[in-house]
């Protein structure tokens, strides 16, 4: 999807009203930021990479207003809306952040509670009831253990 270059808090709303539950993401800029030069292409390959988002870049300099709406004070800064609320900012140009950002926010359990759950009898849910002994921290275990044999020992 084409990058939209906002202008206006009138031209971002326009924008926001038409895609009420879609994800926006806003990248806040500067013509003269280093690091803004250095997303700039991973920001346009997430475009690419994520058709079903709306991805909007603000030059701070020349859209005073949109930047003053969302208090921007660092470069680059990505503010994330969905429904014309802000649900994740992140400050700086951190590629893995704004990866695992739009992920979290389009995956499949987006808007879902992460785990996995328990099911009506107390267990999780396709848990092993024996598991838990095996999957334990070994340092665990022997603290167990070791907590065991003292309790024992003091009950003799």
């Known amino acids: 999807m084409?990058?939209?270059?906002?202008?206006?808090?009138?031209?971002?709303?326009?924008?926001?009203?038409?895609?009420?539950?879609?994800?926006?993401?806003?990248?806040?800029?500067?013509?003269?930021?280093?690091?803004?030069?250095?997303?700039?292409?991973?920001?346009?390959?997430?475009?690419?990479?994520?058709?079903?988002?709306?991805?909007?870049?603000?030059?701070?300099?020349?859209?005073?207003?949109?930047?003053?709406?969302?208090?921007?004070?660092?470069?680059?800064?990505?503010?994330?809306?969905?429904?014309?609320?802000?649900?994740?900012t992140i400050k700086g140009a951190d590629k893995q952040g704004l990866q695992n950002a739009l992920k979290q926010l389009t995956g499949p359990t987006a808007g879902t509670f992460p785990g996995q759950g328990q099911t009506l009898g107390g267990s999780p849910s396709g848990g092993d009831q024996g598991s838990t002994w095996t999957n334990m921290d070994p340092q665990l275990k022997i603290l167990l253990a070791l907590v065991a044999a003292y309790i024992f020992f003091w009950l003799m």
């Open 2 to 88: 084409a990058i939209t270059h906002l202008t206006s808090v009138s031209q971002l709303n326009t924008i926001l009203s038409e895609s009420n539950d879609k994800l926006t993401v806003i990248d806040f800029h500067a013509t003269w930021c280093g690091p803004c030069h250095a997303i700039a292409p991973i920001f346009e390959a997430l475009a690419k990479q994520y058709p079903s988002v709306n991805f909007l870049k603000c030059d701070v300099d020349a859209a005073k207003d949109v930047a003053s709406t969302y208090r921007v004070s660092a470069m680059p800064t990505f503010v994330f809306l969905k429904g014309g609320k802000q649900v994740h």
